[in-house]
């Protein structure tokens, strides 16, 4: 019998031909139809470019964060983790310089009255109507407003901002952590957390949304450090990393922003892009960057820093962010290398990197969703045979309470084995383990691979050490 199904599945694809995701189309429909995402508030009509992660979805998310917790904070020896409010004090945003100048800019169509970003028109042509009759470009502030306490409408004293990105909370608690923690430089404090941008045009799905989470990452050093080479450092870094996720080296590209282009607080940034549209003349977009922050913001946050003429910087603040350099007997602000990934962004790249459909000489497709197995969001479906025996259903149910505790699996009944190993295919589930009449008898299950199909028959005592050997580890790199 179960010779027969895995002949019969295995005959299916003789001589497959794999294509990769098309478009980011392909990954909203499959997102949709298996339970990664959602439209958000769909039976309200919907709510413009915000999204809700499903069963899959979640798990997913939580594993490409838990990846990225366990490779800087746990097994490296310099990044302390926090977790920060998202409402921080006013204050930090005035100081910041995001009050000032966290805009975008707008300008408005005069035919359609359309309104668009100024720096992503095409031709100078409006994206809605084909004119190029535009009102004079204007700033727009982008950090979403809230109001603190029972107060009025109209008291400016209430005003609050929903964080624009986790990095501002990881400054203002830069001497908590290195005071608490006996930190010297350099050294790093990683925050993964939801950021807020009311964006004039968000919009490809999870790529760019009014709500995102961040994964930031603040890398203190000292004002004589090698700055540039360890923004290069970061980058290497970061491109093994996303390697260690599945994504290819060749689907990922190096942007170094042009100095018009730098925010207010960079010397240097350099984008990692990712191929998005590889069905686009211009394919890539920011997957993440990573940027010299100089001392501007521990500098900006200090009671004691000046300005040119001898005058306080900040009046408002009640510490200094300085540090003493035991070494050099010197007290500086630490310079800031920062990587600053998007969450969102990284399950994309993750997805569109992991999509594949296999099509036999008969035209019949099947999609394979070959995620590296630590982001797997199910690393094993249990799947008994025959659902009407009653003891192969509760050895089958046994053995998934037994791995459940080790690795997250799922039971499931509901089709024949063919339908079973499809349905796990697409949602990239690493091992399939069958349940049969033999294994009532011999205590042993057939393991199949979701990338090869090939079966082992593995003895159900062994089957939770074999398991977690073959969800591969990834490489560990090394400190400074
Ligand atoms: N602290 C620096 C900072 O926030 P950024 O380049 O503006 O830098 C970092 O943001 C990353 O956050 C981006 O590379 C992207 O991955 C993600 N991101 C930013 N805005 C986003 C949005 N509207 N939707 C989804 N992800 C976003």
């Known amino acids: 019998m179960i010779l027969a199904d895995r002949l019969c599945f295995s005959c299916f694809f003789d001589n497959p031909v794999f294509v990769p995701a098309p478009n980011i189309d392909t990954i909203v429909s499959l997102a949709k139809r298996r339970g990664f995402v959602f439209p958000s508030s769909e039976v309200y009509g919907g709510l413009g470019s915000a999204w809700d992660y499903g069963p899959l979805g979640v798990e997913l998310c939580n594993n490409v964060k838990q990846a990225w917790w366990r490779w800087l ?100 608690n830069f001497l908590n952590v290195q005071t608490t923690m006996r930190r010297k430089l350099p050294f790093g404090i990683a925050q993964v957390g939801k950021s807020f941008r009311n964006e004039v045009t968000p919009g490809n799905f999870i790529l760019r949304t009014r709500e995102f989470e961040q994964m930031e990452m603040e890398y203190f050093v000292s004002p004589t450090a090698e700055h540039s080479k360890l923004v290069d450092y970061w980058v290497e870094q970061y491109l093994e990393w996303f390697g260690s996720l599945g994504i290819n080296r060749e689907n990922l590209d190096l942007y170094e922003v042009p100095q018009g282009e730098l925010a207010h607080y960079s010397k240097r940034t350099v984008d990692i892009m990712y191929k ?82 296999k099509t036999n000489d008969k035209g019949e497709t099947r999609v394979i969703l070959k995620l590296s197995p630590q982001l797997a969001p199910i690393k094993a479906a249990i799947l008994p045979l025959a659902k009407n025996k009653p003891e192969i259903v509760g050895m089958a149910k046994a053995i998934k309470r037994s791995l459940q505790p080790v690795l997250r699996a799922v039971y499931d009944d509901t089709g024949g084995i063919g339908k079973l190993y499809a349905r796990q295919d697409e949602i990239g589930t690493p091992f399939c383990i069958t349940v049969d009449h033999q294994s009532l008898e011999d205590e042993a299950v057939t393991v199949r691979d979701r990338d090869t199909w090939e079966q082992e028959r593995i003895k159900v005592t062994d089957l939770a050490e074999h398991l977690q050997k073959r969800l591969k580890p990834y490489p560990v790199p090394e400190s400074i």
């Open 73 to 172: 904070v746990y097994e490296r020896d310099d990044i302390e983790g926090i977790d920060s409010s998202i409402i921080l004090n006013r204050l930090v945003w005035k100081y910041s310089g995001h009050e000032a100048t966290f805009n975008d800019w707008l300008i408005d169509c005069r035919k359609c009255k359309g309104r668009f970003r100024a720096d992503k028109l095409v031709d100078n042509k409006c994206p809605s109507c084909g004119a190029s009759d535009w009102t004079e470009a204007r700033p727009f502030n982008t950090m979403l407003q809230t109001k603190l306490g029972a107060v009025a409408d109209d008291d400016p004293t209430a005003l609050a901002y929903l964080r624009p990105e986790t990095a501002q909370g990881i400054f203002i």
């Open 276 to 357: 998005y549209f590889p069905e686009r003349e211009k394919p890539w977009e920011e997957l993440m960057g990573i940027a010299w922050r100089t001392d501007f913001d521990l500098g900006i946050h200090s009671k004691n820093k000046l300005d040119a003429e001898g005058k306080r910087i900040n009046p408002d603040s009640t510490e200094d962010l300085s540090y003493f350099d035991e070494p050099t007997k010197q007290r500086f602000y630490p310079h800031v290398i920062e990587p600053a990934a998007g969450v969102n962004r990284t399950v994309l790249a993750v997805l569109m990197e992991a999509y594949s459909e």
